[in-house]
């Protein structure tokens, strides 16, 4: 497709250019500029601090052995969700793959970042990656899992991510 066509396809652009005719011209009301912002109201850059450590993120390493339940999608979805939940972290995408013969591969998008997993039901086993900056609070996942996939042994690394950003 060309870039013209690509361009022509968005509902109301016409043909591009440079030179558009204009239908109606109207006038703008510009407000006033805003008072100079105080380092109170600047926007936040979304860094973590843990245990007084400013950073980009927290990400756990997590490891389910002993867990049950990693074959089932709707159950690993739910799971997600409650993740999400439990960090109060923003959702924004989660996409789910299951493989034959087992096996469930995904990932649950963030604001903040994003919580994958992948399952080997066979073995009772599954690795997730729980990353998340800001507020969130990863940590708030792991009971969730724990619980959600009865796992006999739960493993957790963490690694501070951009402690140098």
Request: contains cysteine; neutral net charge.
């Amino acid at each position: 497709m060309s870039q013209n066509a690509l361009l022509r396809s968005v509902k109301g652009l016409g043909i591009p250019g440079t030179a558009r005719k204009e239908d109606k011209k109207i006038k703008l009301k510009v407000a006033a500029p805003a008072p100079a912002a105080s380092p109170a109201d600047e926007p936040a850059d979304h860094f973590a601090v843990r245990n007084g450590v400013r950073c980009a993120g927290v990400h756990l390493i997590v490891d389910l052995h002993g867990a049950k339940r990693l074959d089932d999608i709707e159950h690993i979805e739910a799971t997600l969700r409650q993740c999400v939940a439990a960090s109060r972290a923003t959702l924004l995408h989660i996409h789910l793959h299951h493989f034959q013969p087992s096996g469930v591969s995904g990932v649950a998008v963030l604001a903040e970042s994003h919580i994958s997993i992948h399952t080997w039901p066979e073995a009772g086993y599954a690795a997730l990656d729980v990353f998340m900056c800001g507020s969130a609070n990863p940590d708030a996942c792991i009971p969730v899992l724990r619980e959600a996939f009865s796992a006999q042994h739960v493993g957790v690394d963490e690694i501070l991510r951009g402690k140098d950003a």
